[in-house]
Structures are given as C-alpha cells and as structure tokens.
C-alpha cells in the first residue's frame, strides 16, 4: 500500500543569489580586511568565504536531489541535499577552527585596526548577509536552514564590528578587534555544529521527530480493527520530506471489502501528517511476520 504526496518548491534561485553574494562579498572582504588590519574583518572574510563555497555545493545538491528517481535511486535524489549540509557543516569548522588560531595570539599583541573602514565594510556587510538571509528565509530543506541561520549569523556579527569599530574611534582598545574575532567564532562554531549534528543524524536515518514518530504510532494503533503496529520506521529524505513503513496487525480476517475499508481509514489518519512516501503492510491476527526482528 503506498501513498504519494508531491510538494515542489525549488530553493535553486533563492541559493543561487546567496552564492553570488556571498562570494563577491567575501573578496571584498579579504581585501577590507587587509586594508584595515582587522582580524574581526578577516575572520568575517572566511566565514563569508566558506559560506560561498557551501552555498555553492548547496546550490549544486539542490539541483540535482530534483532529478527524477531511477533505478538506482529508487527514492531519487533527495538526500543530497543533507549530504551537502553535512559537507558545509565540516567546511565551516574547519575555516572557524583556523581563524581561532589566528585571532588568540593577537590577544597578547592587538594592533589598531583602522576603525573608520571597519564601519564602512561593517554597513556593507550588514546589507549583504542581511539579503542573503532573507532570500532563504522560509526555505524548508535542511540546506536552506543551515545557510539562513549562519547568513543571520553574519549579519548579527557585522553588528558587532559596527558597535566595536564606533567605540575604537573614540577610545585606543586594539584588543576589542581579537576579541570580537574569537567571540565570533567561538559563537558560530557552537551553532553550526549543532546543525551538523542533525543533519547528520538525518543522513543516518535517524527518525526526524520523536514526538512525530509516537503520534503517528497512537493514531494508527487506534485505528478499529487494528491491534497492534511493529516495524514502525519514520525517517526523512531531506529533513522535510518523511517516510514511513509500518506492519499493522489486524484483529481479525478481513474480507476484500472490509481490507478496503482499512486502507482507506489509515490513508484518512496519515494524511494529517502530510508524509511523502508510506509503506504499510496489514497482517491477519496469527500470521507470522516475515521480518524477523521487531
């Protein structure tokens, strides 16, 4: 028994304006940030860099996770998308974890950075990141989650450099430039593993949401003539669209009519849960299930 559920909203257009923004943006950053002598800016510029660059395999997983499924992908192409926010995840650390080993020794040696062009870059930054965001606001895949959260990220950090620069015009404080970095990054680095970490949870089949998982089993247990459901699985191909198998036990042999008549109640009480794929498998009450373990 199987149930198909299309919902198609191509996040193609609204990655592909990040990518250009961002990757435009992050050179003018390196250069910005070299002109400034601003480890903020610079830690900013990789950030930046690495978010075009992930945005860039996001971009590229996006279109192809909606080709058409064949039979080797049985499912399609879906889970690309969460092995792409894997990957960004990894890429991030990564560029975060250097830009940490750069900014803790100026801790002990801050030079001044030119403030008036931190502000400067820092309003450029703040437009930038801020439309990137908002072209992915409302995305649904993991992907756009993943890359709407760090773009918002950013722009909260130019908010930082802002206020930090304002201060270093009236007050000589080099440390509050390393400081801002290392805050920013420690910040960054915590949030984006923590996205990873459910993206890779996902990638691994981990069922999407508990609580989901045991509504879903309530309903269906209730259902009259049902006894009992084993083999009950919930995962997602793409963080947003689900899938679902499950054996249901009947209480007692059914007529074509009345196998009928169940089909329909269970398509009825899933279809609240808007699934895109459900498996499910009626059993007569003292059949053998065919798959040994429960």
Same mark, same amino acid.
């Given at each position: 028994?199987?149930?198909?559920?299309?919902?198609?909203?191509?996040?193609?257009?609204?990655?592909?304006?990040?990518?250009?923004?961002?990757?435009?943006?992050?050179?003018?950053?390196?250069?910005?940030?070299?002109?400034?002598?601003?480890? +903020?800016?610079?830690?900013?510029?990789?950030?930046?860099?690495?978010?075009?660059?992930?945005?860039?395999?996001?971009?590229? +997983?996006?279109?192809?996770?909606?080709?058409? +499924?064949?039979?080797?992908?049985?499912?399609?192409?879906?889970?690309?998308?969460?092995?792409?926010?894997?990957?960004?995840?990894?890429?991030?650390?990564?560029?975060?974890?250097?830009?940490?080993?750069?900014?803790?020794?100026?801790?002990?040696?801050?030079?001044?950075?030119?403030?008036?062009?931190?502000?400067?870059?820092?309003?450029?930054?703040?437009?930038?990141?801020?439309?990137?965001?908002?072209?992915?606001?409302?995305?649904?895949?993991?992907?756009?989650?993943?890359?709407?959260?760090?773009?918002?990220?950013?722009?909260?950090?130019?908010?930082?450099?802002?206020?930090?620069?304002?201060?270093?015009?009236?007050?000589?404080?080099?440390?509050?430039?390393?400081?801002?970095?290392?805050?920013?990054?420690?910040?960054?680095?915590?949030?984006?593993?923590?996205?990873? @970490?459910?993206?890779?949870?996902?990638?691994?089949?981990?069922?999407?949401?508990?609580?989901?998982?045991?509504?879903?089993?309530?309903?269906?247990?209730?259902?009259?003539?049902?006894?009992?459901?084993?083999?009950?699985?919930?995962?997602?191909?793409?963080?947003?669209?689900?899938?679902?198998?499950?054996?249901?036990?009947?209480?007692?042999?059914?007529?074509?009519?009345? @196998?009928?008549?169940?089909?329909?109640?269970?398509?009825?009480?899933?279809?609240?849960?808007?699934?895109?794929?459900?498996?499910?498998?009626?059993?007569?009450?003292?059949?053998?299930?065919?798959?040994?373990?429960?």
């Amino acid at each position: 028994m199987h149930d198909h559920h299309h919902h198609h909203t191509p996040p193609q257009d609204r990655i592909a304006t990040a990518f250009f923004l961002n990757l435009g943006f992050s050179i003018i950053e390196f250069v910005g940030g070299l002109l400034t002598n601003s480890t +903020a800016i610079m830690a900013d510029a990789v950030h930046d860099l690495g978010d075009a660059l992930s945005i860039g395999l996001a971009w590229l +997983a996006s279109k192809l996770s909606d080709k058409p +499924a064949d039979h080797h992908f049985t499912y399609g192409f879906k889970r690309l998308s969460l092995l792409s926010a894997v990957l960004n995840g990894v890429v991030l650390s990564g560029g975060t974890i250097w830009v940490l080993s750069e900014a803790i020794p100026r801790l002990w040696a801050p030079e001044m950075p030119h403030a008036t062009g931190m502000f400067a870059l820092s309003l450029l930054g703040i437009g930038v990141n801020g439309y990137a965001a908002w072209k992915l606001h409302g995305g649904k895949t993991q992907n756009e989650k993943i890359l709407n959260w760090h773009l918002l990220e950013d722009m909260f950090g130019w908010v930082a450099v802002m206020i930090v620069s304002l201060v270093m015009m009236v007050v000589d404080w080099p440390i509050l430039d390393p400081i801002l970095a290392i805050g920013f990054s420690l910040f960054i680095l915590v949030n984006v593993l923590r996205h990873t @970490y459910t993206s890779l949870g996902l990638f691994l089949q981990r069922t999407p949401d508990p609580e989901l998982l045991e509504q879903i089993r309530h309903t269906l247990v209730n259902i009259d003539a049902v006894t009992g459901a084993h083999h009950l699985h919930l995962w997602s191909l793409d963080g947003e669209k689900h899938v679902l198998t499950v054996h249901l036990v009947s209480e007692y042999p059914l007529s074509a009519q009345q @196998y009928q008549q169940l089909k329909d109640q269970v398509s009825e009480k899933l279809a609240t849960f808007e699934l895109a794929h459900t498996t499910i498998e009626i059993e007569l009450p003292e059949e053998a299930c065919r798959d040994i373990s429960h």
